[in-house]
């Protein structure tokens, strides 16, 4: 009899636990949903440029759009691609013995895929249960594309590479299918030493994110 009791005890202690966890869960927002899409634009800033450059310029406007799924409330995966604008700025250059001043530009645009984790809105409820914090950890594709040009002399290069991509931010669901997310996103290797520079890029942004 004592026997039956604690099974029929432990039973009740089960069937509990079973309803108390997707209950936390839903209150984690963007798990609500799994899948989502999203836009975001905002500025991007190249740290590094090859060569000395004067007069330059090593911020602009940058976007982005992504899609992701989550794979539970918390840790989900996202892809996005980002077209990061371009610096600009003026140095010089050897044109057979003699140096002549260039203008120097560079594009950047990347593939990327990273791992996101959702922190529960619960835990901000004094901003709001619809309030949220999340972390990115990743790798992306990128090139970079570079032109020099002066008298008698023109560069183009083109070149690909693969770094990481890590980022934080913040999103509030102000709609049951609607966010609003703010991000700061850092993209490493993007160039080649050698050939166009390599350089890292910050990119702040702020967008749009519909669940579906």
Do not use: C
């Not at 039973?11 to 869960?25: M, R």
């Not at 604008?85 to 010089?92: E, L, M, V």
């Not at 090139?143 to 020099?148: E, I, K, P, S, Y």
């Amino acid at each position: 009899m004592k026997l039956n009791k604690l099974a029929y005890a432990i039973a009740i202690l089960g069937t509990g636990n079973l309803v108390v966890v997707p209950s936390a869960f839903a209150t984690f927002g963007l798990g609500d949903s799994a899948g989502y899409v999203g836009a975001s634009i905002g500025e991007a800033r190249y740290k590094d440029t090859p060569g000395v450059l004067s007069n330059s310029d090593k911020k602009d406007t940058g976007y982005k759009v992504f899609t992701g799924f989550q794979l539970n409330p918390v840790v989900g995966l996202e892809g996005t691609y980002y077209d990061l604008g371009k610096y600009r700025g003026n140095s010089t250059a050897f044109n057979g013995s003699t140096v002549v001043p260039t203008s120097l530009s560079g594009d950047a645009t990347a593939w990327g895929v990273a791992a996101i984790i959702t922190a529960p809105s619960n835990l901000f409820s004094v901003f709001g249960t619809g309030f949220g914090l999340f972390g990115k950890l990743g790798v992306v594709k990128s090139r970079l594309t570079t032109d020099v040009s002066g008298i008698g002399f023109n560069s183009h290069r083109k070149e690909s590479n693969t770094g990481s991509n890590f980022g934080v931010g913040a999103k509030f669901d102000f709609a049951k299918n609607y966010s609003i997310r703010t991000e700061y996103e850092r993209l490493n290797n993007v160039g080649d030493k050698s050939t166009t520079g390599e350089t890292r890029i910050d990119f702040w942004s702020v967008g749009l994110a519909y669940k579906f």
